[in-house]
């Protein structure tokens, strides 16, 4: 008896930390209630909050509204985040951060995040092209998951602080440019731009880079490059272009042309000229 009133307990105090507690807000309760989540009325910091330990969760749209400084996605609780932000709709200029440790993924990005900011170990994973004002990353490590469709461009610099020392990257390919590749061709693709003078800070020089491309165990990954032309067929690398005004990195893939198998009728013809040859022995 004493189990149960205890697990009513403790159910109850999950389903009261649902939603709002003053500028804190709870998901993963409902799915019902993270499908449409506003700040109005909210002002200053606000902070987005797993219920529970150990879950993904999504939030469908998440609209910030005037008076909103900033959105922190980190855990009071001392939980895990995995947190997806399918859509996030910004009325006024705000800053987002990931505090150490957490993960975010966003799709859609509409409005204005003045400043994208994470923490040591932070986890970002772009569903779709997102654009902000600036990116800084404020610690040593930072792991950066870009799919098959997504990138992150800023209005101003891409900054990854002086003090990184690992910086991991994940990207995929689609069924195309597998099918580009297969036919020793290459495929580029622009993973970050900075597109002020400012550029892109604290990377190439600053670290060490890997790329893991989903889909090409077989390839080699040789590195972050300003140059892409010697790379071989198998290989892929991170380009970085540094110039006076945009800054990017790219994934570049130089693909493996694909030897056919022999059809069954090559193989059994071949089959047929050495028993001949046996034969005539």
Known sequence: MMKKVIS???SASSVAMAGWAGNDYYYGVNAEDDKAVTTSGKSGEVTLNPAYDGSQDTIDRLTVTEGVTLVNVTSKQGREVDL??????????????VDAGKKLALNVVQGTVSELRTGDGAELTFKGAVQVGTYTHSSSTITMNFGTNGSLTTSSNVNFGQSLTQASFTAG????????LATGGSVTRTLLTGTSN??????FDRGTKSL?????????????????????AGQYALVYSDTNGTDTVSMVVVGQELVPEPATATLSMLALAGLLARRRR
């Not at 997806?84 to 951060?97: F, H, Y």
């Not at 689609?174 to 099918?179: C, R």
């Not at 400012?198 to 990377?203: D, E, H, Q, R």
């Open 84 to 97: 997806t932000i399918e859509e996030l709709v910004v009325d006024a200029s705000t800053v987002l951060s």
């Open 212 to 232: 893991v491309v989903e889909g090409l165990e077989d390839y080699e990954f040789v590195g972050m490059m300003k140059d892409a032309s010697s790379l071989q």
């Open 198 to 203: 400012w550029g892109i800070w604290n990377l």
């Open 173 to 180: 390919v689609t069924q195309d440019q597998m099918d580009i």
């Open 8 to 10: 009513l307990m403790l």
